[in-house]
């Protein structure tokens, strides 16, 4: 067993320095095909693809990988005019998981893309600071991964879902000073069945794909090289802690994580698409962290909204059928 113990060891020592050498050598390149790249595995999300496809086009997003997993609504209808301006790359991914679609896209994209984030699609990513957030990443090339910290949005009142876009529907918060306070008790360890999501302190990824060896949901779950910072370049605040502030000045992205109570009732009732064993969600367990997230107003978003030309897209690749 100890032999076997060291030859794993020097397997992995091996492996990592092989790995970093690589990553070093991937990342002397300087010209992609395009520039900021957003990846995101989605379910029955029809309704809400093409607002936050063209959002994200405004902001600068130049493409995007789209992981299917098993949607029955009318999703192809709504994608047709993005496939066919070569905005999306499709990928059929019945089951298989979110992080296994990061990693797939993150192994695909190495040298495709000079950055990559990873949201779902109910997360808004844009700069408070700059129009094209593009321009807001300049000044991060020598890092490795940005830690980007949301703001979650609540129902803002609506019962039913209303006929207005996300963005204008949306516009109540928990603000930052409550997250930096928030003391809600998730059930994180044991009781899986009271476990609520929703942590204040938690935010999504931008990475430089050659230098990550795999990505976990929320972080980089291994860097070859470098570091993951927040964006005033530290390490970011650990998910339930009580950092001293959770800047999201210059990168944000606002995470509409309930809608309506309608909606989020239906979402409560699918379970826990990541571990179907887990007992049943306890609903009024997740209404009274709704009820913490209509505390302040803010429309910051809006001033970023631009319909996209969604003209002269780089067509590269449509779809991809794994």
Known sequence: MTTLRSILKIRESTLRTTGRTMAQIRNLRSNFPYELSVCAIFKNEADYLDEWLAFHTGIGVDHFFLYNDQ?????????????????????????????????????????????????DIDE??????KQDIREALDSFRNES?????????????????????????????????????????????????????G?????????????????????????????????N??????RGATPPTLSISTLRINHYWSKSLEEFA???GKGDVFDPSRPPRVLEDWLKREAMLNISEDKT??????????????NESSIVIV
């Open 301 to 314: 978003i809006l001033e970023r909204r631009r319909l996209p030309a969604n003209k002269g897209a780089t």
């Open 145 to 197: 991964a940005i830690f980007v910290y949301w703001l979650l949005f609540g129902s803002s009142g609506h019962k039913t879902r209303p006929s207005a876009p996300v963005l204008e529907a949306y516009t109540r918060c928990m603000d930052r000073e409550s997250a930096v306070r928030d003391n809600f008790n998730h059930r994180f360890e044991g009781g899986l069945e009271h476990y609520v999501t």
């Open 124 to 129: 808004f990513l844009f700069s408070p600071a």
């Open 199 to 231: 942590w204040a302190q938690d935010g999504k990824s931008i990475v430089n794909p050659r230098l990550v060896r795999w990505q976990n949901v929320h972080q980089p779950g291994e860097l070859w090289t470098g570091r993951l910072v927040d964006e």
């Open 71 to 119: 949607s029955v609504n009318d999703y192809k209808r709504v994608l047709a005019p993005w496939m066919k301006d070569g905005k999306i790359t499709l990928v059929d991914w019945p089951g298989h998981g979110q992080v296994k679609a990061y990693n797939h896209c993150l192994q695909s994209m190495r040298n495709r893309s000079r950055w990559l984030a990873f949201i």
């Open 233 to 238: 370049r530290r390490i970011p605040a650990r």
């Open 266 to 268: 239906v979402k409560i």
